[in-house]
């Protein structure tokens, strides 16, 4: 494997260091596997195909970061869900497993360090990390995928169930998200030892467009902040990611109290005053907007909107660039390279 400098540029980035360029994380996913001409569900069940389109891409598109095509519902398959894939699109989960006391007292999880109680984990996001960091030419940062402790929850209890029971019955959902916690860390722990190189999670539900953030500071930073430690306890090395959608403001307020190295942040934020708020208590990654320029834009206008976001985000250091959310799928790849290649000339201007 090559040292091409990805890593020490974001150690660089995360440590709050100035750089020679900004790094770039191509948020991208099911796209690979799109632009390779390749379906979601082939890619989805083969660990080689996962990662070959993932890391061929990553390499055409300038990004520091790679991540296979993996697909996070693929865990509640695990879990008795009923889900369904379709041809070229992720696993959509049918209906909740436990919506009160009683069947969450009753809920049992698995460890995904036993293969056993989790054989699709295993076989799809475990494998497919395992080819990633076989075949990886260059020092690229390989990220694994799950959900955080309060969006896990609201698939297994129903995200309006859940919404509505943290006004009526708290303990309730709190003794959930204290169950789920303990999986997603051996999730996470699963995948570091897997070949990920940092601890990244999805938690969409966190964002202030479903909860306030006082909600936030009860049912969901104790948690996120104890998968951040466990990741830490496992892994010193592996630098931690937190992605919240929508509105996050407030929420990133409280982040550098999780312990988590950088929150990856939606474009519905300003991302000036996300830096003013972060400062140089946490890094933070994005946000340019990943359906109306990602998607619909050009490279010029690509290009010109990650300038603007560099010089509102980035100047400093503690900045990664990267979409607002995932790259949608059927994103062209001038496009996503020229994110990679924005993120370098930007200060070759």
């Known amino acids: ?36 001409g390749i379906s979601v569900e082939a890619a989805r069940w083969d660990p080689k195909i996962s990662a070959k389109v993932a890391v061929d891409h990553a390499i055409k598109t300038k990004s520091d970061f790679v991540k296979p095509v993996l697909d996070s519902q693929v865990v509640f398959v695990d879990l008795g869900m009923q889900v369904r894939f379709p041809e070229n699109d992720y696993g959509q989960v049918s209906k909740p497993l436990a919506t009160d006391a009683e069947q969450i007292e009753q809920l049992t999880l698995f460890d995904a360090n036993i293969a056993s109680e989790c054989p699709k984990f295993h076989s799809s996001i475990i494998a497919a990390l395992q080819e990633t960091a076989r075949i990886i030419p260059e020092d690229l940062h390989i990220c694994g995928l799950s959900w955080g402790p ?6 297994i209890m129903g995200v309006e169930n859940m919404v509505m029971a943290m006004l009526i019955e708290p303990e309730t959902v709190e003794k959930l998200v204290c169950k789920v916690t303990k999986m997603v860390s051996t999730m996470e722990t699963a995948m570091l030892d897997a070949g990920a190189t940092l601890m990244w999670m999805a938690d969409p539900t966190s964002s202030e467009d479903l909860i306030s953030p006082d909600m936030f500071a009860q ?26 959608c929508g509105n996050t403001l407030r929420v990133l307020e409280q982040m550098p109290e999780t312990g988590a190295d950088c929150l990856s942040f939606d474009h519905a934020v300003d991302p000036g005053k996300a830096k003013s708020v972060a400062g140089s208590k946490i890094a933070i990654m994005g946000n340019v907007d990943p359906v109306q320029v990602m998607m619909m834009g050009t490279p010029e206008t690509v290009t010109k909107a990650c300038y603007d976001v560099i010089t509102a985000a980035g100047l400093n250091s503690g900045f990664i660039l990267a ?24 200060w070759t201007r």
Do not use: Q
């Open 219 to 244: 049912f969901s930073k104790p948690f996120i902040k104890k998968v951040v430690s466990d990741c830490n306890a496992h892994d010193k090395t592996a630098p931690t990611f937190v992605h919240i």
């Open 1 to 36: 494997m090559k040292d091409a400098g990805h890593r020490s540029c974001v150690e660089a980035a995360l440590n709050h260091e100035e750089t020679d360029r900004t790094p770039v994380n191509n948020f991208v996913l099911a796209t690979a596997a799109h632009s390779a």
């Open 323 to 346: 979409p607002g959310c995932e790259t949608p799928i059927s994103t062209c790849d001038e496009n996503i390279l020229a994110m990679g290649e924005a993120a370098r000339t930007y």
């Open 150 to 155: 309060i969006t896990t929850a609201g698939y």
